[in-house]
Nanobody, 125 residues
Framework: HVQLVESGGGSVQAGGSLRLSCTTSEAFYRGVNCMGWFRQAPGNEREGVAVIWSAAMTYYDDSVKGRFTIRRDNAKNTVTLEMNSLKPEDSGMYYC???????????????????WGQGTQVTVS
């Protein structure tokens, strides 16, 4: 059973910053090609925020481009999401996502996601 453990959510005023982290086991982390972050606001569908394959290959939804940064920390088996210039519309539950080991990710959609974290709440007021 794959565990993706998120942390770092919280409440912040508009214009502020938060950093989310998603940690998994070393074995799974080394075997997965890519990981991503999704978010879901109440009443809305879950939507993709960012995906990372490597430091040189990332994808961002247009709504967060230029404000969010996704990174992989290979020493800590962790994927982080640095969120700056936060807006109220960024509020929601944020989920870490990963495919099955050895499988790929897609820039859009969620069909590639086979493993979800428990979610961490982000509230921007």
């Amino acid at each position: 059973h794959v565990q993706l453990v998120e942390s770092g959510g919280g409440s912040v005023q508009a214009g502020g910053s938060l950093r989310l982290s998603c940690t998994t086991s070393e074995a799974f982390y080394r075997g997965v090609n890519c990981m991503g972050w999704f978010r879901q606001a109440p009443g809305n569908e879950r939507e993709g925020v960012a995906v990372i394959w490597s430091a040189a290959m990332t994808y961002y939804d247009d709504s967060v481009k230029g404000r969010f940064t996704i990174r992989r920390d290979n020493a800590k088996n962790t994927v982080t999401l640095e969120m700056n210039s936060l807006k109220p519309e960024d509020s929601g539950m944020y989920y870490c996502a990963a495919p099955s080991s050895g499988r790929g990710c897609a820039k859009t959609g969620a069909s590639w996601v086979k493993n979800w974290g428990q979610g961490t709440q982000v509230t921007v007021s």
